[in-house]
């Protein structure tokens, strides 16, 4: 796949834009005409080439623009990066999968070469071209963990294992769905999830939990979650709230398919070698409804998926406030017709 890199803004005059090429491989994530939140884990495995699941790390049109988007985070919040000490070996696992999965998946960009401990890493796109030794934190500009996530597309969370239980002890979040690494930096699996709606009822949290205390190495799973937004806007940290949460007010059924987006995470999990932990990345992609409803099958399931979401969930998305027009202006594109099942367009 050729891609050239766009050059785009996530705020500001959201110059953010999909190509036809980027709308098709979007991962749309409702295989059926409803959604209620579950686990729904599968391995994280090559599958259907061009697609977003073709790599274990997926970079596309939007690599560079991403990544000067997180300088400016990390500029204006530090404490979008951090890292509690134990962690520092887990830093240096997440730089050796990332770098060695990049250098494999997309050797026209990034170059990863090993002489011992001496590494030569090459990213073309960024025009960086360092040489460090491996576990030596006083070669890199930053430590390894902010070294490589300065360089990655979507958020990484670090989390450790111990006391039967995962901990959020380092990460670099600067693309979340309203949650705070500042805040959540400690806790344990079932607090950070504390204000999912309905699902602990479910005992999805603890399935979920059980499954990950016996990820094993070399075997990532992987699954879909999804919220909304209003504009293209990959900073929607309750830290800076008072930036975008006003623009869920200015959302109307005139507008809502050039204003709203889909805001999909491809997450998956990692079982780290030397230090055990497990790495979270959460890769966050965006579509517009007027470009969605280009294909028919997403348009007709989006609509009776709102529409038919529980008020709780519909809360937690933050779609209170604007469901009413992005219903209204959805319903133009569901003819009633039958969909087929599955994610991928027909």
């Known amino acids: ?6 050059t785009e803004t996530f705020r500001g005059d959201f110059t953010y834009h999909n190509s036809a090429e980027a709308i098709a491989r979007f991962p749309f994530p409702f295989p059926e005409d409803k959604y209620m939140y579950s686990v729904n884990i599968e391995p994280h495995v090559s599958f259907r080439p061009g697609s977003v699941y073709e790599h274990p790390f997926d970079v596309d049109e939007h690599y560079v623009s991403e990544v000067a988007d997180r300088a400016l985070v990390l500029n204006e919040d530090p404490l979008r990066s951090q890292s509690l000490p134990h962690m520092n070996l887990a830093g240096w696992d997440l730089l050796e999968l990332l770098m060695t999965n990049l250098s494999e998946s997309y050797p026209q960009w990034f170059e990863l070469h090993q002489d011992g401990d001496r590494w030569h890493w090459i990213n073309r796109p960024l025009g960086i071209d360092d040489t460090f030794t491996f576990l030596d934190n006083t070669t890199l500009p930053y430590g390894p963990m902010e070294y490589i996530m300065r360089q990655t597309q979507g958020d990484y969370a670090l989390l450790d294992q111990r006391d039967d239980n995962l901990w959020m002890d380092a990460g670099v979040i ?13 806790m344990n699996f079932m607090e950070w999830h504390g204000p999912v709606p309905l699902a602990h009822e479910l005992g999805v949290f603890e399935r979920a939990l059980k499954f990950l205390l016996n990820l094993r190495q070399g075997q990532p799973v992987r699954r879909l979650n999804w919220t909304m937004t209003v504009h293209p806007r990959l900073d929607t940290s ?12 200015t959302v109307t059924p005139e507008n809502a398919g050039e204003y709203m987006y889909l805001r999909v995470e491809l997450q998956s999990l990692w079982r780290l070698p030397r230090s055990n932990a497990i790495v979270f990345p959460i890769r966050c992609y965006l579509i517009s409804l007027q470009d969605l409803v280009t294909i028919p099958k997403w348009g007709r399931r989006l609509h009776r998926v709102l529409r038919d979401l529980p008020d709780e969930l519909a809360d937690y998305k933050g779609l209170t406030m604007t469901r009413p027009s992005v219903l209204q202006y959805l319903s133009q594109f569901d003819d009633g017709a039958q969909t087929s099942a599955g994610t991928f367009p027909d």
């Open 1 to 6: 796949m050729t891609i050239e890199f766009n």
């Open 174 to 186: 600067t693309t979340q769905a309203d949650w705070s690494l500042d805040f959540d930096i400690g």
């Open 238 to 249: 309750p830290e800076n709230y008072a930036k975008w949460g006003v623009d869920r007010a």
